[in-house]
């Protein structure tokens, strides 16, 4: 299925000549790479540790690329409209290098997961996301929370590193599981709901505004990341549970709220 997504991508770059957008389909082979790994590695080894941190790298590289390119976009957007002053930094080369450091960080951690070079990696590309959100204005979207909840969703990528980082210099005071459900639930969950929601509404003719209901499960699936990073800390199966529900409660919120605008004629 991966690959048949590849494949339909290229398919569309190539017909629309959006030649930038050739550099998505590498995380997207790697994802299907690692798809294929998990069974092989599962088999031979009995465990699965390289191929999933291979598949989250991917993840957070391909959020990384199309992140940066979506939330400072449909922040300028919003801002010039409703909320005209200091407005998203133009993709400079720090983006570009922010993206590598955390590519290199990312491969480190996939294959030597606990040596200080990839915890040192891990802290650098850590500054970097978090520096190169600051300067999307996120702060100045609260009034919008379908802008607000990309800015939202992305900060659990620079988080998601900090805690890997900190997972390998300091393993006693922060368990590795909170790094990895930083960056999976956090930012892979919360990412993906915003921006169906969002590529739903525009692209069924829907005014792109968020009602309570989307408010609500935006606030759920936020929910449910923090709580998965508590129980990493806690151990507990009640936490576990509760992140469980808001979890279920974003993603089930999401099929009752604009399941209907996927079925039916695009509004005009």
Request: charge should be positive; include cysteine.
């Amino acid at each position: 299925v991966l690959l048949a997504v590849a494949a339909a991508a290229a398919r569309e770059i190539v017909a629309g000549r959006n030649w930038r957008n050739l550099k998505v389909l590498l995380p997207l082979a790697i994802l299907a790479c690692a798809n294929g790994a998990f069974h092989i590695e599962a088999h031979l080894q009995g465990t699965s540790d390289i191929s999933r941190r291979l598949g989250m790298a991917a993840a957070i590289v391909l959020i990384s690329l199309i992140g940066g390119r979506i939330i400072p976009s449909f922040t300028r957007n919003w801002l010039v409209r409703e909320n005209p002053g200091r407005l998203p930094a133009p993709s400079d080369r720090f983006d570009t290098a922010s993206i590598a450091i955390s590519a290199i960080a990312l491969g480190a951690w996939t294959f030597v997961p606990d040596n200080s070079i990839s915890g040192m990696l891990m802290a650098v590309a850590a500054i970097c996301q978090a520096w190169r959100l600051s300067r999307w204005a996120g702060e100045r979207t609260l009034r919008d929370p379908l802008v607000l909840i990309l800015h939202l969703a992305y900060a659990f990528v620079p988080l998601g590193f900090a805690f890997v980082s900190a997972s390998i210099f300091f393993p006693a005071a922060v368990p590795v599981a909170a790094g990895l459900h930083t960056l999976g639930t956090g930012a892979v969950g919360a990412m993906t709901l915003a921006v169906m929601t969002r590529a739903t509404l525009g692209h069924t003719g829907r005014e792109l505004k968020a009602g309570r209901g989307t408010s609500f499960i935006f606030v759920a699936v936020l929910l449910a990341g923090a709580l998965r990073i508590l129980a990493a800390f806690v151990s507990s199966g009640a936490v576990i549970d509760m992140a469980g529900a808001a979890w279920m409660a974003a993603f089930a919120g999401f099929l009752l709220i604009h399941g209907a605008a996927l079925t039916t004629p695009k509004a005009r």
